[in-house]
């Protein structure tokens, strides 16, 4: 799976006034997780490189780290398929990842008695926004996270 950035009207991206973005489907299986997480990777690279798209090796770690949460939960509470979209936008990288299980998830509390279950208080720690929504056939679970220091809010 190599990633493509493409433009919100699906064509080539990098345009002014356009997003870059890119999709893959995972199907659930033990490998998907570190697909990924490679996507991931490789989508923030492309950007830079590509594009000139400005990226924090912050945010590329970062990046890496809430999609391993988000398709690990999905794994392991939906199973495949699981649909990872990535998207660049006014300086901030958003992670969607969407899976068939209608249950919506909850933050917890920080509890450093309890053994795992943690993942999604990591990602809204370090995310400028989570949301989770529910959709016709399952669930969405957005994170948006700045793609240097001093990016907008």
């Given at each position: 799976?190599?990633?493509?950035?493409?433009?919100?009207?699906?064509?080539?991206?990098?345009?002014?006034?356009?997003?870059?973005?890119?999709?893959?489907?995972?199907?659930?299986?033990?490998?998907?997780?570190?697909?990924?997480?490679?996507?991931?990777?490789?989508?923030?690279?492309?950007?830079?490189?590509?594009?000139?798209?400005?990226?924090?090796?912050?945010?590329?770690?970062?990046?890496?780290?809430?999609?391993?949460?988000?398709?690990?939960?999905?794994?392991?509470?939906?199973?495949?398929?699981?649909?990872?979209?990535?998207?660049?936008?006014?300086?901030?990288?958003?992670?969607?990842v969407r899976d068939g299980n209608p249950a919506l998830?909850?933050?917890?509390?920080?509890?450093?008695?309890?053994?795992?279950?943690?993942?999604?208080?990591i990602v809204s720690a370090v995310c400028r926004s989570?949301?989770?929504?529910?959709?016709?056939?399952?669930?969405?679970?957005?994170?948006?996270?700045?793609?240097?220091?001093?990016?907008?809010?």
């Amino acid at each position: 799976m190599t990633p493509a950035l493409m433009g919100d009207d699906g064509v080539a991206a990098g345009a002014a006034g356009r997003s870059l973005h890119d999709t893959a489907v995972l199907n659930g299986d033990a490998a998907c997780v570190a697909q990924a997480r490679r996507r991931a990777a490789g989508f923030l690279d492309l950007a830079r490189a590509e594009h000139g798209v400005p990226v924090s090796r912050r945010a590329c770690d970062l990046l890496q780290l809430v999609v391993s949460e988000l398709v690990t939960n999905a794994c392991k509470y939906a199973g495949g398929p699981i649909r990872l979209d990535l998207r660049i936008a006014s300086g901030l990288v958003e992670v969607a990842v969407r899976d068939g299980n209608p249950a919506l998830p909850v933050v917890g509390t920080a509890d450093a008695s309890r053994v795992g279950r943690h993942g999604l208080e990591i990602v809204s720690a370090v995310c400028r926004s989570f949301e989770a929504v529910a959709e016709a056939a399952g669930k969405r679970l957005t994170a948006r996270l700045p793609l240097t220091e001093g990016a907008a809010a």
